[in-house]
């Protein structure tokens, strides 16, 4: 069974700055990733690493202000998130795929996956 413990998250004036944290125990696949859900939406995919090859993926309107890293050979990673705008405001979810494959695929189309508790992050105006 995955575990997936967040860290992080918070409330945050509308430029500022927040750093997520997740650390996967008993997991042995190649991606792990960060998703968000803001109420009334559907979840969707912020950023996804492949933890063995250390390549990154961002969904296009993150890439910039967002960054996805690894700790070197464990399975944490983290988001750190500049310049945040309100309408970043959304629950956080740190998850990995069922399967081995591509991280960027799966960050598009998470399905079969396991997910962390959530982490609240809301930008003020």
């Known amino acids: 069974q995955v575990g997936l413990v967040e860290s992080g998250g918070g409330s945050v004036q509308s430029g500022g700055s927040l750093r997520l944290s997740c650390a996967a125990s008993?997991?042995?696949?190649?991606?792990m990733g960060w998703f968000r859900q803001a109420p009334g939406k559907e979840r969707e995919g912020v950023a996804s690493i492949d933890v063995w090859a250390g390549y990154t993926y961002y969904r296009d309107s993150q890439e910039g202000r967002f960054t996805i890293s690894q700790v070197d050979r464990k399975n944490i990673i983290y988001l750190e998130m500049n310049d945040l705008k309100p309408e970043d405001t959304a629950t956080y979810f740190c998850?990995?795929?069922?399967?081995?494959?591509?991280?960027?695929?799966?960050?598009?189309?998470?399905?079969?996956?396991?997910w962390g508790q959530g982490a609240q992050v809301t930008v003020a105006s």
């Open positions: 998850g990995v795929p069922a399967r081995i494959g591509s991280c960027n695929t799966w960050l598009m189309n998470p399905t079969e996956s396991s």
């Open positions: 008993q997991y042995t696949g190649n991606c």
